[in-house]
């Protein structure tokens, strides 16, 4: 029978003894302080004072540290989305001479809106970028300090779910007009065909791109609504002139002019830096009724090729004139029906 002052030591004993393990198995600090001294108290207040704070500021730096490599990714994606789409290969070909000044990658205007739309795109993938880390590690948060986050993780793809279906057009819209930005299919100032509307680009933002047609109208069209894009203001451009003759010409000696009056607008300088390449006459395009259509090509600068082809009618109809060459006109003929006699149009002479 045990001595009665010893019943009391021998009773806190069994007490201390029932402790559990108040820690988690994913707390280690908690669980290594719980071995080292088998106090619950002192094992959850340790994990509160010491190890959650730790957590959350591991949270925190790992949020920092992928927001900097993925702005980084971004930095590195708008530097070559500043060249615009044409390959380096051609950049160097075209780097020097006539060509190069009149497409000078980093003097034409061009160039400069390249590198405005890249910055304003890659301001907005570092806007999502953050969002996207932010919510992340704000998720971690919650769960770190033991809260359950399915339920906001389920709101969350609900509520997603019903947006993506109730604004399906609005994000396509969205969707098309970062493509179309990241791409650098056309900006303000290039003259574009978008199938329904065509014109010059007034405004380009993530959901509509506004232009004006040559009458003066201004179209919106909707990003998402947009299938195929034709540029005429990208890079270079081409004057196709067709000049159509009789076919009592001599085909050697209109050749031959034709030749002539382009170079000679080729070596004007007043069209220095606008006609880029020697100017070729590619020769008979058509045998048509009026006569034959003899085909001339200038390749020119950017929205230049309009300009060029009114000069280059006015240089060719001088020349013709001067060589005694005509250029063909529509042949309209006309008859006249005569009349029908009063004989054949008195039905009783038929009784």
């Known amino acids: ?55 959350l500021l591991g949270l925190v730096l790992i949020g920092l540290v992928v927001r900097w490599l993925l702005h980084r990714l971004i930095d590195r994606i708008v530097r070559k989305a500043e060249n615009g789409m044409l390959p380096n290969r051609v950049s160097r070909a075209i780097s020097g001479g006539r060509m190069g000044a009149a497409l000078n990658l980093r003097d034409d205007p061009g160039y400069t809106r390249r590198v405005q739309r890249a910055a304003t795109m890659g301001s907005l993938l570092k806007s999502i970028v953050t969002g996207v880390v932010l919510t992340v590690v704000t998720l971690m948060f919650i769960a770190e300090l033991g809260y359950d986050i399915a339920p906001l993780i389920a709101s969350a793809g609900i509520i997603g779910v019903a947006i993506g279906f109730g604004s399906q057009a609005l994000v396509k819209d969205f969707l098309s007009g970062i493509f179309m930005i990241f791409e650098d299919q056309y900006g303000v100032g290039d003259v574009v065909d978008l199938g329904e509307a065509s014109g010059t680009v007034e405004a380009v933002s993530l959901r509509v791109t506004r232009l004006r047609d040559v009458n003066g109208t201004v179209w919106y069209v909707r990003n998402g609504e947009i299938l195929r894009v034709g540029n005429m203001s990208q890079n270079w451009a081409r004057t196709v002139l067709d000049v159509t003759v009789g076919y009592a010409e001599d085909l050697v000696k209109v050749r031959r002019v034709l030749e002539e009056v382009a170079h000679d607008l080729w070596e004007d300088e007043d069209f220095k830096g606008l006609v880029i390449e020697e100017p070729e006459v590619w020769g008979v395009e058509s045998l048509g009724v009026d006569g034959i259509v003899v085909r001339v090509t200038l390749k020119t600068a950017p929205l230049e090729q309009w300009g060029v082809a009114r000069a280059m009618r006015e240089r060719v109809k001088a020349r013709f004139q001067h060589e005694g060459i005509e250029l063909a006109v529509a042949q309209r003929v006309m008859w006249q029906e005569s009349a029908p006699s009063a004989a054949s149009a008195d039905p009783s002479d038929d009784a």
Do not use: F, R, Y
């Open 1 to 55: 029978m045990p001595h009665p002052l010893t019943t009391p030591i021998i009773a806190m004993t069994e007490v201390s003894g029932s402790e559990t393990n108040p820690c988690d198995t994913s707390e280690n600090l908690c669980n290594l302080t719980w071995d080292q001294t088998g106090d619950a108290t002192l094992s959850t207040a340790v994990d509160w004072v010491v190890g959650k704070p730790s957590a």
